[in-house]
């Protein structure tokens, strides 16, 4: 891999493709974890399952 290089990240299934074709792995994050990303943090979820909660 070089500086600068363009690289596809797939958390869920624990593998970065980089621009050869190569594909490197590393253990996949957990669902809850995956959550909190898509989510952009801790606070945004929280405050969105809160505001479920409360139907606010």
Request: overall charge positive.
């Amino acid at each position: 891999m070089k500086a600068g290089e363009t690289v596809d990240l797939d958390m869920a299934r624990g593998e970065i493709r980089l621009q050869d074709g190569s594909v490197m792995r590393f253990k996949a994050l957990p669902p809850n974890v995956l959550e909190i990303l898509e989510a952009g943090g801790l606070v945004p979820k929280l405050k969105k399952e809160l505001a479920l909660k409360t139907g606010t």
